[in-house]
Every structure is written in C-alpha cells, then in structure tokens.
C-alpha cells in the first residue's frame, strides 16, 4: 500500500501505465522462483525437492528442473538451501503461450517464449468471461482487482461479461472439478469464435496440488484447448494483464528467467 501510495504521488496518475510505461513497483510480491548459478550442490542434499509440496522442484543427477507452472511461491525451498542459492524475481509478470515454456532446466541460459498471432478480429476490444472451476477463490480476488481505479482494465478495451456468449475469452481458475467440468465445455463451446482460453493461477495452469482424481481433472488444457498460461499462487494482477494481451497479440513475448524448450 505504501509503495502504491508513493508511486500517486510521484506521477500524480492513480491508473499504473503499464503495458504502456514501466512497471510500478510491487513491494515484496514473489516472482518466479531463480536458482543462482555457480553452486555447488548440484542437489546433492535434494532438501528443496523434499519439502516442495507439489514437486514443482526436482533433480535427475547434478541437474536441476523447475516446473513454474506447479510452483506456489510458498518459499519451502528457499528456506531449507544450505548455500542460500535460490530467490525470486521481482517482476510479477510471466504469461505464456506454451505450457513447456514454464518448465526449466536450472543452469540453461533462457530464450524467447514464442510469438502470438494477433487475433486481428477483436481489434482492440476483449470481453472476458471468468469461470472459476474450482479455486479457493485468491485467483478471483486478484481478477476483481483489474477493474479498480488503479489497474483499470477498460483502458485497455478489456471488460467483463456475465454470459459465455457475449465474451471473446474464458478466464478459468482452479483445478477441473468434476462438478464444473460439463458446465465448463458448454460455456466454451458458447463462446464465439476465435474461443480464447486463459488458464489463470498454478490449479489451473497445472493442477498445482491437486493431481488428477475421480474428483479433480487437474490443469485445464487436460479438458480444453489453452492459448495462454499464467502461473503464480495467486498471479498478480498485472500478470493476468499481461496474459489478456497475449492472448490477443498486443502483449510482451519475452519471460525472464525461465527457458522455453
């Protein structure tokens, strides 16, 4: 609240610029998890892996491998390294295109995530309809957060619909439930063509800690087509941001940190 509160009064502007201008500071929020480079351990004490409660941290001899979409940033890891090798980026951002995009191989130097084709036919106008299939409802809190004054999604031409039939894209949060999995295909096959599909937060990105089960399909691309992933426990809101744009064409292309393969 005070970093926001000092950013009004220093641009005199209560809306943040971003995509626009640079991003306004984000005080303590975790970014993506960023193992440093040149230790040692090689996972020889694999203390991350153990208490990573859904094994989003893993190693296969002296490699190591993260799989950003299941991390919830809850920190287990940092706290057990010996070496105090592991942190977070600072930036909220991390939307992509392609689920293997949010797996790395600690050590790889990282590329470019893949450009998206601009769906020409929705200009600059997105209507969203969310359908949350099972969170804990973090995720819905952060989308409510992008019609406030301070996001202010409808600058963008981004507004919400309470009707599937009416909207461009299906934001989902949460894993599948078995309970929402027939209402959720039928608000998409509602949906009017191009059928935009966003997977918001590590349930439905991944299924996060909630592997498939008669009860839960997990990540949804295992029931839908998914044009663009965004991980985080909850994402931040300028990362669901981020995602709407990308969806669309109109976002940044590049993740820091992590190596699309």
């Known amino acids: 609240m005070l ?31 960023r193992v440093l480079p040149g230790a040692s351990c090689g996972g020889s004490c694999r203390r991350c892996e153990e208490v990573c409660p859904v094994s989003a941290v893993y190693w296969t ?32 951002l991390g939307a992509v295109r392609r689920r293997g995009a949010l797996r790395e191989t600690v050590g790889t130097p ?6 998206v084709r601009p769906h020409r036919i929705l200009a600059r106008s997105l209507t969203v ?35 599937p039939k009416h909207a461009d894209l299906l934001l989902v949060t949460g894993p599948v439930t078995a309970g929402m999995l027939e209402p959720l295909r039928q608000a998409y096959l509602s949906l009017p063509a191009p059928r935009l599909v966003v ?31 965004v991980p985080g426990c909850p994402p931040h809101p300028l990362a669901l941001l981020e995602a709407l744009l990308l969806a669309t064409g109109r976002g940044p292309k590049r993740l820091p940190g992590v190596t699309a393969r």
């Open 110 to 115: 990282a590329r470019p995530t893949e450009s």
């Open 199 to 229: 997977a918001a937060g590590a349930c439905a990105a991944s299924g996060g800690p909630f592997p498939p089960s008669p009860l839960s399909h997990g990540a949804l691309d295992q029931v839908l087509p998914v044009d663009v992933y």
């Open 61 to 92: 001899g002296p490699r190591g491998h993260l799989d950003h979409a299941r991390c919830l940033r809850c920190g287990r890891c940092r706290e057990v390294c010996p070496e105090e090798r592991i942190s977070f980026a600072a930036t909220p």
């Open 3 to 33: 970093a926001w509160m000092t950013e009004v009064l220093r641009t005199g502007t209560v809306t943040t610029r971003y995509p626009r201008g640079p991003l306004p500071p984000t005080g303590a929020f975790r970014g993506f998890v």
């Open 129 to 163: 309809r969310t359908v949350d299939a099972g969170s804990c409802g973090a995720c819905e809190a952060e989308i409510q957060a992008l019609a406030n004054p301070y996001y202010d999604c409808s600058r963008l031409g981004i507004s919400f619909t309470p009707t």
